[in-house]
Structures are given as C-alpha cells and as structure tokens.
C-alpha cells in the first residue's frame, strides 16, 4: 500500500488526486471533495499531504480519530445521502502518518445513478 500512495503523491494533484493536510482534524473542504469525487468520476483523497506532495502526516494522537469521524459522517445519511462506504487505513509514510487504503489513498467511485449524487451539510 505505501508504494501505491508514494506513487500517487509523485503524480501531484489534478481532477482525480486531492491531498488535505488534516493534521489535528477534518477539514469542510475534505467532505466538498468526497462529494465532487462521488459526483464525478471518483478520484483518490490522501490526507496527511500539502498540496504541493509534502507529506506532513496526521497527528498520531488525532489519526485513528480522523479516520473513525470520516467514516462516522460518510455513513450518516443525515450528512451524506446516499451514505458513502469506505474504509480509510493508517500508513507511515518517511516517518509521518497518512490516511489511505488499501488501494493507495482513499479511492472514491462515482455513484451510478444522477439521482444518487451525495450531499453533505
């Protein structure tokens, strides 16, 4: 999994790539990119990264939090409708933390249906 993330980063960002810092926290702007991903043609989420590909990490302390308060608000149908499913894994990367899965970063698909297309609050 770490070389698929490493690989990622290289790429840098673009229309299917997204890095967030997220250091202590979720961030507003990390559900609006859920969304857009899931809206489109999905894409990759990685969090622990500046946008220029540094990676920064999440805070070691805050790092299973994050991922548990991302999957929490993406299976509420009250935040996201319809609910969103994934599963978002710790990996040290150089030393720092980063949120991914087992598929590199965290892979969004896009939903089938137009009718389908998630919000959030």
């Known amino acids: 999994m ?3 993330i490493v690989n990622i980063i290289k790429q840098g960002e673009g229309l ?3 890095f967030k810092e997220c250091k202590n926290s979720l961030s507003r702007d990390v559900y609006e990119t859920v969304c857009a991903f899931a809206n489109r043609n999905g894409g990759h989420l990685l969090l622990g990264v500046k946008d220029n590909g ?3 990490g999440v805070s070691s302390e805050h790092s299973r939090k994050i991922a548990a308060d991302l999957v929490t ?3 509420n149908p009250q ?5 969103l499913h994934l599963t978002p894994e710790i990996v040290e990367i150089d030393g720092k933390i980063a949120l991914g899965n087992s598929t ?9 249906s137009q009718s389908q297309e998630p ?3």
Request: proline share 7%; charged share 20%; hydrophobic share 35%.
């Open 73 to 75: 608000a993406l299976n």
């Open 119 to 121: 919000c959030h609050e």
């Open 79 to 83: 935040k996201f409708n319809p609910p």
């Open 104 to 112: 590199g970063a965290i892979h969004l698909t896009k939903l089938q």
């Open 16 to 18: 299917q790539v997204e």
């Open 2 to 4: 770490k070389s698929k």
């Open 54 to 56: 540094t990676v920064i």
